[in-house]
Nanobody, 117 residues
Framework: EVQLVESGGGLVQPGGSLRLSCEAS????????MNWVRQAPGKGLEWVAT????????YLPESVKGRFTISADNAKNTVYLQMNSLRSEDTAVYYC??????????WGQGTQVTVSS
């Protein structure tokens, strides 16, 4: 079965940085499509980043482009989300999500990111 385990969340001040990790197992990671999705308090799910692990092709929305970077280490079956210049509106639970046929088919448990002074 697919397993996705996020880590690296925590409390950070505005302008600070965090690096999230997602350790994956149960599928062929080297040709997967991986995503980060977040849910802020009282809000719906918001797509944050997509990575094609076979080519390292990445997509990010304008809301985080220039601040966030998605990457992977295929040898470690791990996808990362480097978050810089964090803002209070980045506060959310961040989920690692596997994609198949343009649909989210597997989710991690999530890791809390809180941006506050």
């Amino acid at each position: 079965e697919v397993q996705l385990v996020e880590s690296g969340g925590g409390l950070v001040q505005p302008g600070g940085s965090l690096r999230l990790s997602c350790e994956a197992s149960g599928f062929t990671f080297r040709n997967a499509v991986m995503n980060w999705v977040r849910q802020a308090p009282g809000k719906g799910l918001e797509w944050v980043a997509t990575l094609y692990t076979s080519t390292s092709l990445a997509y990010l929305p304008e809301s985080v482009k220039g601040r966030f970077t998605i990457s992977a280490d295929n040898a470690k079956n791990t996808v990362y989300l480097q978050m810089n210049s964090l803002r209070s509106e980045d506060t959310a639970v961040y989920y690692c999500v596997k994609e198949s046929d343009l649909s989210y088919d597997s989710w991690g448990q999530g890791t809390q990111v809180t941006v506050s002074s």
